[in-house]
């Protein structure tokens, strides 16, 4: 992986070979305002649509910063805007703050956006994560997955019993 930007917010790295984008949300996200927030966003969009990939890791497990509905509606545009022609054919992880999110949360981020090409679960662990995408399945766990897919989000991990899913 390369190093393609660094913040104090964010790192975005990229691997060319495998068509493989990770963008990581760092720590002082919790001293982040608004505008900085924007402005990381806005540079992510930038990022994503400079470089070819099909497999885009979202890494906000360390993400400390408080969005509240305008803010993730104006995200949501932003991708709907900016990233619907990526969108296809690409599977999307997010690893998303265990103690911060849930069921409901991801649902209403999720419905906002207009990628139905996209195949979007969001993980508990960045290993999971990371399997999904580059091996193209998920074991079974303890550990939560929340799939969206064709504009329908789904509990995934309350469906799958100690097997390996593919997709």
Known sequence: MKNIYESAFMRIE????????VATWLE?????NESQFK???????LFANRYTYDKVLINES???FNRDLKI????????????LKKSENLKKAIVYRCET?????????????????????????KEDASSWLLEGS???SKRKVFLFYNNVFTDFSEQVEKRIVSF
Not at 72 to 83: D, E, V
């Open 14 to 21: 990229y691997d060319e070979k495998i068509k493989f984008l």
């Open 39 to 45: 402005s990381e966003f806005l540079t992510y969009i």
């Open 101 to 125: 999110i849930h069921k409901a949360t991801v649902q209403r981020m999720t419905e906002q956006m207009i990628l139905p090409a996209t195949k979007t679960l969001y993980f508990e662990s």
């Open 28 to 32: 002082d996200t919790s001293k982040m």
């Open 62 to 64: 360390q993400f400390n």
């Open 138 to 140: 998920i074991i079974a």
């Open 72 to 83: 993730q509606h104006w995200a949501s545009s932003m991708i709907n805007a900016k990233l």
